[in-house]
């Protein structure tokens, strides 16, 4: 056996090792034969470097220092999921499922893993990249640090793919977190908080060697691609595990919603005794046909929901209510509360959510409340103890009057909010608006932060957005002794802003709800200011996932002068209100053109021809309408689909018949 031959038997016998004792929990080798096989590797790559690999077992001791993450784009969004609370929300979910196909639904139930979203791309069966969840559209590739973790195969063995992604979640089992706490003790150093946040924290350490010290562990369960092994998302996890990935072995496959339901009930009990931490169940549709047919909303897909499992409950004094204007004029009251430690972290404030919220809980300042976190992230009062209540205590009378600018709130019909409508003089609303403006998913300037904004107001240097775009260094010199540095990062980086793309222009623009997803699909889709200011609301609702709310909305916006007069303004200053995402056109045939894309297909994915509409000028829309011209319909179109086509006397297409409108 020559050196090279000797080299690549030991990369496979450790690889084999590791996926032993890390995947299968089952140590095929004592740890002096594995370190002496290791260290036998280390030497002969060191004295023969030609023949160096990335992917080598002893790469994953890290040993790179970086500056910085590089933010990279998703091919495929990686969304979160819906979540439910109850039993009732599941068969609502099941019910609204079936409205949409009429074929049998399998489901297939997951443990929720409370840990770091993980997205991993192979090419001919190596690991080439790790990005995090990000926005959704962007994560931060973090291959380094994920190359450290021993359940990860750097290399597969079998027949996978030549190309695909796989996801699942990064964290950090329970013994090894105590074993953490346990040394920081002996150290007189203040015990971590949760598994979660080490795992986070472990992910975007910059030095990989020390990332590589920490206990990280990886379940995958999500296969991505366009070469799947199988139409079913189980059996292609099946066909995963046989890759070499850790696919857990508590996932299970349903015929129906009961099913499902049991799947629930029997882990409210059992998660107790898992050795890592679950805050939840994930159920999705089986069929990944079925999947593509069903889509997605803007946040997150209709096919896959989350059932969160009751948060932990704490109870403490409420010392006094406080409320809280937003951007928006939204008005939350706020629960003061003697510190308590809650789910890993401690808790201080907490939402009492609306004015109904306290009538309906009769919470009053003095009581001993119970707070949990919602969704395991925001505190919130639940309940009250009675029997603890100060005998002399008095209701408590919601606020009628701004806490800030003293104006008369208002709450429309049907919204749960009081609002301050005050928007042009009420400070939190514009050091709110300006908060969200120079956010880094927004315009990104980061020289500036809430306590100058605040600053620039009061010393009435800034009243709009685009006042911030005549600041001049001679402007800030006389708030800050010896501040000419900070003075000059601050118009550099406003003007730096001036490069940011159309969309996210949009977003920072505040309309309510257009999130960033939205704000994209709407640049995407309109591609310049001027015609998303002009388009009505059935042009609106006409774009992929946008929907009445969100249509309204934006309406109401473009309708006030004011806004007008800041998007002009904002123009004058150079800002970016033109799409510059430039599509690959093939032709102009489906010029002016809206199509739905519904069923499965035989020649073409529905992420193939929805392209090929785009690239030939046409529009893609999810839902059907009196505005689309037609349906391209293939197998398995969901019945409601169907019959409200019909109704409305919209077309129905064939892939054939599509194929031969752009040929």
């Known amino acids: 056996m020559n050196v090279q031959e000797r080299i690549d038997f030991l990369r496979k016998e450790i690889s084999g090792h590791n996926h032993s004792y890390y995947v299968l929990d089952n140590p095929s080798v004592s740890d002096f ?51 439910t609370y109850s039993e009732e929300d599941l068969i609502d979910f099941d019910t609204r499922l079936k409205k949409i196909t009429d074929q049998p639904i399998k489901y297939v139930c997951e443990l929720k893993y409370d840990g770091v979203s993980i997205s991993l791309s192979y090419k001919h069966g190596e690991l080439i990249q790790a990005l995090t969840r990000g926005d959704g559209t962007k994560g931060d590739d973090v291959t380094l640090n994920v190359k450290t973790i021993k359940s990860i195969p750097l290399k597969l063995k079998g027949n996978y793919p030549k190309e695909f992604e796989i996801r699942g979640e990064i964290f950090i089992p329970i013994s090894d977190f105590n074993k ?26 910059l030095d990989s060697t020390e990332a590589g010290k920490r206990p990280l562990d990886c379940f995958l369960y999500y296969l991505l691609g366009e070469n799947n092994p199988t139409t079913s998302h ?24 009961n099913g499902v ?31 593509e047919e069903m889509g997605f909303t803007a946040k997150s897909p209709r096919w896959a929901i989350s059932y ?36 890993g972290t401690r808790v201080k404030r907490a939402s009492l959510h609306n004015a109904d919220q306290i009538a309906k809980l009769d919470i009053r300042e003095g009581d001993l409340v119970y707070v949990e976190k919602g969704g395991e992230i925001i505190p919130k009062v639940v309940g009250v103890e009675l029997k603890e209540r100060d ?7 919601y606020i009628n009057f701004c806490p800030s600018c003293n104006t008369e709130l208002i709450r ?36 500036l932060g ?64 257009v999130g960033e997803t939205v704000a994209k699909k709407l640049a995407n889709h309109f591609t310049t200011i001027h015609n998303l200011m002009n388009a009505t609301f059935d042009q609106l609702i006409d774009v992929d996932e946008i929907g009445d709310k969100i249509a309204e909305s934006v309406v109401s916006y473009f309708s006030e002068q004011k806004n007008t007069i800041l998007i002009e303004n904002l123009k004058f200053h150079n800002l970016c209100f033109i799409s510059e995402e430039k599509e690959e056109y093939l032709s102009d045939k489906l010029e002016g053109i809206s199509i739905v894309v519904s069923g499965v297909f035989d020649n073409y994915s529905r992420k193939e021809l929805k392209d090929l509409i785009e690239k030939h000028g046409g529009k893609n829309v999810s839902s059907i309408s009196k505005n689309t011209t037609f349906v391209l319909a293939g197998d398995n179109m969901g019945p409601s689909k169907k019959q409200k086509a019909e109704d409305l006397g919209v077309s129905i297409v064939s892939e054939e018949e599509f194929i031969n409108k752009i040929s």
Not at 265 to 273: A, C, D, L, N
Not at 391 to 397: C, G, V, Y
Not at 420 to 443: T, V, W, Y
Request: charged content about 30%.
């Open 450 to 513: 809430s306590e100058t904004v605040e600053l620039l107001i009061k010393k009435q240097l800034i009243s709009t957005i685009s006042d911030l775009y005549l600041l001049k260094i001679e402007d800030l010199l006389p708030l800050k002794k010896d501040g000419r540095k900070w003075a000059e990062n601050i118009i550099i980086g406003i003007d730096k802003s001036r490069n940011i793309s159309f969309e996210r222009v949009l977003f920072a623009l505040g309309i309510r709800y």
């Open 180 to 205: 953490m706490n346990e040394n920081r003790a002996k150290e007189n150093l203040e015990p971590y908080a949760n598994p979660r946040n080490i795992a986070s924290g472990s992910l975007k350490l």
């Open 261 to 291: 339901l049991s799947f629930v009930k029997k882990w409210e009990e059992k998660r107790k005794h898992l050795p890592f931490e679950i805050d939840g169940i994930v159920i999705k549709v089986d069929d990944v046909n079925m999947q």
């Open 412 to 447: 429309k019909e049907g919204d749960s909010k009081h609002y301050c409508i005050n928007s042009d003089l009420c400070l939190p609303q514009i050091i709110g608006r300006f908060e969200h403006f120079i956010g880094r998913k927004a315009m990104n300037i980061d020289s």
């Open 33 to 83: 034969e594995f370190d002496s096989l290791l260290k036998e590797l280390q030497n002969l790559e060191n004295l023969h470097p030609e023949y160096f690999d990335r992917n080598s077992p002893t790469q994953r001791v890290g040993g790179s220092v970086i500056d910085g993450f590089v933010s990279v784009p998703h091919k495929y969004r990686m969304l979160s999921l819906g979540n």
């Open 391 to 397: 005998l002399f205590s008095s209701p408590t009378m």
């Open 234 to 257: 189980y059996n292609n996890l099946k066909e995963a595990r046989k890759w070499g990935f850790k696919i857990p072995t508590e996932i299970e496959q349903f015929n129906d919603i």
């Open 308 to 343: 969160k499992f009751k948060a932990e409950q704490v109870s403490t004094r409420l010392n006094k209510i406080t409320y809280q204007v937003g951007r928006t004029g939204a008005i939350t009251p706020v629960a003061n509360l003697e510190p308590v430690q809650l789910a």
